[in-house]
């Protein structure tokens, strides 16, 4: 019923040509909310509809398409994407931000409705992929979020400036409200907060999957964090680029200089806490040189011993050769990895061998 109640809102807010933004939690079908929206507007002789995603996402969308609307005709643009008389001849085209960087083709047609999932992409103002997406000629916008929009106030105004440009006011004009709340009393100020909340509600559709009145048979998400202490090496290591950072701090000419000094040493000391071989540079990555491969390396060995799979997440693509090293030892099998050299086709098979158990990670 819940995914029902979304599609009429969609549906409804379309045609008043409102841009809206679909905020469901991750799993409660925003994709398949979207797709019954499409279906629709297809009966109804709409034909040109762009849908945006990041490259991990084409598989997705693509297996939700095939699954719940097996009629649907699509095209998939990556690449350079140069069509033929600037035509791609689908009711839907599914294409990544990257490729729109690069499509003249997306660029320049005229489209019925765009979609953008995980639209945190355009929360940043001043990148090119932002300026372009917004650039992008719609009669309506729908963006796709499942995390909470609310925790930036600019990152907020950028997102709605691209479904609804002007409610909440040019980027100067909300930058100047923002200056003149720093100003007012708590109570002043979170009467504004509450004021732009009610302006910025209608738009939107979030629905939680801790909400039982939504859906009452999902099971409780158990969430352990583990805190590690670092092996030796890794304090030595970490204390002397802490030592290093200093230094450099200290005879930084201006803040910006700062700035990047700080952000540099973050870098330095993410990889340290990782495996000191990262910070190195080398492929030696000795398991007991690391607190958290040692852990990870616990953690999967139950997880093999129970005959279950598991996801790993990492920020950094050159660690991945080393992580994957250590879970054929562990699985005693060879499973998959999705980074950026990848294939479209190959993720598709990589997350199928997966999803049936082929791959235990």
């Known amino acids: 019923d ?8 969609l549906y409804g807010m379309m045609k008043f040509g409102l841009g809206v933004c679909l905020a469901d939690d991750m799993g409660l079908g925003k994709t398949v909310e979207v797709l019954s929206l499409l279906a629709q507007l297809k ?3 709409i034909k040109k509809i762009l849908i945006i995603v990041p490259p991990t996402l084409i598989a997705n969308w693509q297996n939700e398409i095939n699954k719940f609307s097996p009629d649907m005709d699509y095209s ?3 690449g350079t994407a140069n069509l033929i008389n600037g035509q791609s001849g689908a009711f839907l085209t599914l294409t990544t931000y990257q490729t729109t960087l690069r499509s003249k083709y997306i660029q320049t047609a005229d489209w019925d409705l765009i979609v953008l999932d995980e639209a945190q992409a355009i929360k940043n103002y001043y990148t090119s992929q932002t300026k372009m997406i917004k650039s992008l000629k719609s009669k309506m916008r729908i963006i796709m979020t499942g995390t909470p929009i609310e925790n930036n106030i600019l990152e907020l105004w950028s997102l709605f400036d691209f479904i609804n440009p002007g409610l909440l006011g040019s980027r100067l004009e909300f930058l100047n409200y923002l200056k003149q709340s720093q100003q007012l009393s708590s109570r002043q100020n979170l009467e504004r907060q509450k004021m732009i909340k009610a302006q910025i509600s209608p738009f939107i ?5 801790t909400d039982k009145k939504i859906i009452a048979d999902l099971p409780e998400k158990n969430e352990i964090n583990i805190f590690l202490d670092p092996t030796k090496e890794q304090v030595v290591l970490y204390r002397k680029v802490i030592d290093d950072m200093n230094k450099e701090i200290l005879t930084a000419k201006n803040q910006h200089v700062m700035r990047a000094v700080v952000l540099k040493y973050l870098i330095k000391l993410k990889q340290i806490c990782n495996h000191p071989s990262q910070y190195y540079g080398d492929s030696l990555y000795e398991v007991e040189k690391s607190s958290k ?3 990870l390396k616990n953690i999967c060995d ?17 660690i991945i ?3 994957v090293n250590m879970l054929e030892g562990v699985f005693q099998k060879k499973g998959a990895f999705i980074d950026g050299s990848v294939s479209l086709a190959k993720r598709s098979e990589n997350i199928r061998l997966f999803q049936l158990g082929d791959y235990p990670y």
């Open 2 to 9: 819940y995914q029902k109640d979304a599609f009429y809102w």
């Open 43 to 45: 009966k109804e002789g």
């Open 321 to 323: 050769p080393a992580i």
């Open 205 to 209: 559709l979030r629905r939680v999957k």
């Open 293 to 295: 491969f040692i852990e």
């Open 76 to 78: 998939i643009l990556r």
């Open 302 to 318: 139950n997880i093999a011993k129970k005959h279950e799979k598991v996801l790993i997440f990492t920020q950094f693509k050159e």
